[in-house]
């Protein structure tokens, strides 16, 4: 249980950067992304970022696997795609984030397990529920709301927050996440 400590301040941290679209460790992703309808597994490659725990490897990159389209389906802008990666040695999650007009969405996805989420926030405001089928929880918080759903090798978290904090936005950020998430699972790559 050494870990459980870093583990969760690690995770904290993850949410408060996905939640913020202006951290210096973003960094704007170029290029434009092939448009899909819907998405099936990418060829095999190496994760941008990987860790030396042995665990899985991140097989779902949101910054390289969500496509322009996707995105824009999803409610966001392409052009504001964000790296916010956090490589840590024991685990590791690639990040993007994603702005439109009222929102900032962030999505992580990582290799540590949905057990260890749970056990996160356990005491917390979690509610369990099910995404496309996957094991997932929402947690909601002042002016944003966070959504973790499981994957094969590991977890998807999603945060989403009002565009500049302290606005209101015409909906609460819990509102709707589900329906995100269940899109982000259809475009994820099979298997995961």
């Known amino acids: 249980m050494r870990h459980a400590r870093p583990l969760a301040v690690s995770c904290a941290l993850i949410t408060a950067a996905l939640a913020s679209s202006c951290s210096s460790q973003t960094e704007p992703v170029t290029g434009t992304q092939p448009a899909a309808p819907s998405y099936s597994a990418p060829t095999t490659r190496t994760p941008r970022i990987t860790d030396d725990s042995g665990r899985p ?4 990159d949101p910054c390289i696997d969500l496509s322009d389209a996707q995105i824009t389906q999803l409610g966001y802008e392409p052009a504001s795609r964000r790296k916010t990666d956090f490589p840590a040695g024991t685990y590791t999650f690639l990040s993007c984030s994603f702005e439109s007009a009222d929102y900032v969405i ?10 260890e989420e749970q056990k996160k926030e356990a005491g917390s405001a979690a509610t ?4 496309d089928g996957r094991q997932a929880m929402t947690i909601p918080a002042d ?6 759903m499981k994957a094969g090798y590991g977890i998807v978290i999603l945060t989403r927050s009002a565009r500049a904090r302290g606005t209101k936005t015409s909906a609460p950020p819990c509102e709707g996440i589900k329906d995100t998430a269940a899109m982000i699972s259809r475009f994820m790559p099979s298997g995961t």
Do not use: W
Request: aromatic share 8%; glycine share 8%.
């Open 106 to 115: 962030g999505i992580a996805s990582g290799n540590i397990t949905y057990a």
């Open 57 to 60: 490897q991140v097989a779902f």
């Open 143 to 148: 002016e944003q709301c966070t959504l973790a």
């Open 128 to 131: 369990p529920t099910t995404v």
